[in-house]
């Protein structure tokens, strides 16, 4: 019989990877950015995903994010990225962070080859059997390249195994978001596109996993409050805010506009990793102007 965690409902924050000034992962800077969200009242961390930078990192780096997260066990439920292309690869993570006492394991979709639906289904069944627990599907196709088609058999049993816990659904594609609830109502899924929080609510889905809530955690507690208030006006004004902004640090390249932000608010966790660049003069203050018009940082 496998563990099943039960997961909060909540925000969780997509935990940035803080870098030193000789490009060396900062576990104390990282922490102190997971400490800030946690006192803001994110309902748990995800640790070593993308916005962690988590494929730029080496083996040893990735470990290191997981133990800079672990620093929080007992206070938070801690979600540990493990993915790889590997099945031994993303085993060997998950053990690892389960070993430090992570609730839950998430890995996205093998990439690069041309794995078959069927070889992605067996690197879930492989990983889940190998820690005795099911696992988060961290989806996300605009980076992986591959889809979970809710049409496909293999997915769809894949579904309905038990080797799957739920889904981070970082896809736009919100039909099939809805497809995937509908094949098995049971799995915990997990809103991972912050542009897409409010629409995510309204097919049922109650928690979100993104990477600007490291710097604009209040706002988005403020969207969730006014949408499970009733109050969807407020909630849908707040949102279109929310997307202004994620809009404009897309444009300049989302890492490198977080890592900026964070460091103007008083968390410095250093350049983003090569080949990511750090903002220039001019994209930094055009990030300026948007978050003053839009940011509602404020409690309530």
Known sequence: MKSVPVLPEGIYSASVTAFD???????????????????????????????????????????????????????TTLIAHAGAISVKQAVDFARAALDMGYDAIAATAPFYYGFTPEDVCRYYYEISDAIGMPVLIYNFPGNTGKLFDPSNPHYQKLFLSGAILGVKHTNKDLYELERIRHINPELQVFNGFDETM???FAFGVKSSIGSTFNFML????KIRSAYLAGET???????EKANNIMQALCSVGLIPSIKYILAEQGYPVGDPRSPFRPLN????????????????NDPE
């Open 21 to 75: 000034s000789r490009g060396n992962v900062d576990a104390d800077a990282t922490a102190r950015v997971m400490e800030r969200n946690l006192s803001e009242g994110a309902a748990g961390l995800f640790v070593g995903g993308s916005s962690g930078e988590c494929f730029l990192l080496d083996p040893q780096e990735r470990i290191r994010c997981f133990e800079a997260g672990a620093r929080f066990c007992g206070r």
């Open 218 to 221: 209040p706002h988005f507690l």
């Open 233 to 239: 006006g407020r909630a849908l004004e707040l949102q």
């Open 281 to 296: 003069h001019e994209e930094r203050q055009f990030v300026d102007g948007v978050l003053e018009e839009n940011l509602e």
């Open 198 to 200: 409010v629409a995510g």
